[in-house]
């Protein structure tokens, strides 16, 4: 059964780096998006990606943040520079519909520890 | 605005007997409702969905949640607890209407559910 993929599975790095957290959706799928969690709270939206750019962004999703799909497979989240606070679990998401029932297929989180 | 409440933060069982997690949620349109879980170090997994279609809707592993309007509630339950179905469960809402351009998913809190053997 196709699956999203993301990698990698846990990520430490030092305050004011920049980080990259990659996704690799399903393959026929059209909408791509980023939510995080961080520890105790909610899984929360952080921006959703369709037709090679952005469609909507959370209040969440600042300068500091950008989306790439650098080739058919890929999707991305950078972090230019982290600070203590983005310290969460990142989920990439995809679906394939346009109109339709609106599930996601998440993938199994990356782990973001900024130090 | 869409928002979803689940009533319970835990939630704990014995294997065999019935489970209950409770969702109620406020949305502006028809709603689309969902029940993710995940369990420890893994993904979220889709459990079931409401798109306005059947009130009863029946998902994998023997879950089931019914979409009560008049409640504003999307509980899912299940009749006799697994040891596996310990795990968190969360109950999500899209942020757009059934039938409406592709909306982005509004979490809730998540139920902790532990499982006794």
């Known amino acids: 059964e196709p699956e999203v993929t993301q990698t990698p599975s846990h990520q430490v790095t030092q305050m004011g780096q920049e980080v990259i957290l990659r996704c690799v959706p399903i393959?026929?799928?059209?909408?791509f998006y980023w939510y995080r969690q961080i520890l105790g709270q909610k899984v929360e939206f952080l921006v959703s990606?369709?037709?090679?750019?952005?469609?909507?962004k959370s209040e969440i999703f600042d300068d500091q943040f950008s989306v790439e799909r650098p080739d058919g497979s890929n999707f991305t989240l950078k972090i230019r520079s982290t600070k203590l606070e983005d310290s969460a679990m990142y989920f990439c998401?995809?679906?394939?519909?346009?109109?339709?029932?609106?599930?996601?297929?998440f993938g199994p989180g990356t782990r973001l520890t900024v130090t | 605005a869409q928002s979803v409440t689940q009533l319970d933060s835990h939630v704990s069982v014995s294997e065999g007997t019935p489970v209950l997690l409770r969702c109620n949620y406020s949305?502006?349109?028809?709603?689309?409702l969902f029940w993710y879980v995940q369990h420890p170090n893994k993904g979220l997994q889709l459990l079931l969905k409401?798109?306005?279609?059947?009130?009863l809707v029946k998902g994998i592993n023997g879950f089931e949640a019914e979409f009560k309007k008049s409640e504003t509630s999307f509980h899912l339950t299940k009749p006799s607890a697994h040891m596996s179905d310990a795990a968190e469960y969360f109950c999500?809402?899209?942020?757009?209407?059934?039938?409406?351009?592709?909306?982005?998913?509004?979490f809730g809190k998540g139920t902790k559910l532990s499982v006794k053997p």
């Open positions: 999500v809402v899209s942020d757009r209407g059934y039938g409406g351009s592709q909306g982005n998913l509004i």
């Open positions: 949305s502006s349109y028809s709603p689309s």
């Open positions: 998401a995809s679906t394939g519909e346009a109109v339709g029932s609106y599930e996601q297929y």
């Open positions: 409401y798109t306005s279609a059947a009130t």
């Open positions: 990606f369709y037709n090679n750019e952005i469609s909507e």
């Open positions: 393959s026929n799928h059209l909408y």
